[in-house]
């Protein structure tokens, strides 16, 4: 069972900056993409960005494009996001990701989450 642990979360102000990690561990098989996503209350979780650990495709939403930057380490299995400008709309919990490949099946992996807000 792949765990991921984020870390990086707190109180920013509008313009600022944050870099969120997340470590996987216990892992079997081949991690074979990590992500980023969000939950802001009393709305649904929405993907934030997304890497490919192999081939480099990388995928952000809308609202982030030109701010943010998803990164990863294979060799340490961890998952990076640069956030920069960062906006009041950006407060969420943010949930580390990852798809696992292991015995012919792939399997989804979520941290626990880290509470970003940013303040105006």
């Known amino acids: 069972q792949v765990q991921l642990v984020e870390s990086g979360g707190g109180l920013v102000q509008a313009g600022g900056s944050l870099r969120l990690s997340c470590a996987a561990s216990r892992v079997s098989g081949k991690i074979t993409a990590m992500a980023w996503y969000r939950q802001a209350p009393g709305k649904q979780r929405e993907l934030v960005a997304a890497?490919?650990?192999?081939?480099?495709?990388?995928r952000y939403a809308d609202s982030v494009k030109g701010r943010f930057t998803i990164s990863v380490d294979n060799a340490k299995n961890t998952v990076l996001l640069q956030m920069k400008r960062l906006e009041p709309e950006d407060t969420a919990v943010y949930y580390c990701?990852?798809?696992?490949?292991?015995?012919?099946?792939?399997?989804?992996?979520w941290g626990q989450g880290t509470q970003i807000t940013v303040s105006s």
């Open positions: 990701n990852d798809w696992t490949f292991y015995d012919w099946k792939d399997s989804e992996y």
């Open positions: 890497t490919q650990t192999t081939g480099g495709d990388t």
